[in-house]
Nanobody, 117 residues
Framework: QVQLVESGGGLVQAGGSLRLSCSAS????????MAWFRQAPGKEREFVAT???????HYSDSVKGRFTISRENGKSTAYLQMNSLKPEDTAVYYC???????????WGQGTQVTVSS
């Protein structure tokens, strides 16, 4: 089972930046992409960004141009660089890993990001 651990959340003022990290361990060779999702209070979890080992990154319209997803060390670490943060970016951010050709089966515990106005 792939295990994911996020870090890097915190409190930042609007317009500021944060960098989230997601470290994966276990059988990562069974996965083909990693992604970030977020869930704000009272709202459903939503997609933020994903990076596929062969296709590259994709973003939600709400973060395109402000957030950058990247990876290193093969499939073991993913990052989410968040710039020009807005109060509406406040949420718990989750890292997820997708089984090859399947669903996002593995999830981290989440890290809180709070953007003050």
């Amino acid at each position: 089972q792939v295990q994911l651990v996020e870090s890097g959340g915190g409190l930042v003022q609007a317009g500021g930046s944060l960098r989230l990290s997601c470290s994966a361990s276990g059988p990562t060779s069974t996965t083909d992409s990693m992604a970030w999702f977020r869930q704000a209070p009272g709202k459903e979890r939503e997609f933020v960004a994903t990076i596929n080992w062969s296709e590259g990154p994709h973003y939600s319209d709400s973060v395109k141009g402000r957030f950058t997803i990247s990876r290193e060390n093969g499939k073991s670490t993913a990052y989410l660089q968040m710039n020009s943060l807005k109060p509406e970016d406040t949420a718990v951010y989750y890292c997820a890993s997708r089984i090859i050709g399947g669903r996002f089966a593995y999830w981290g515990q989440g890290t809180q990001v709070t953007v003050s106005s």
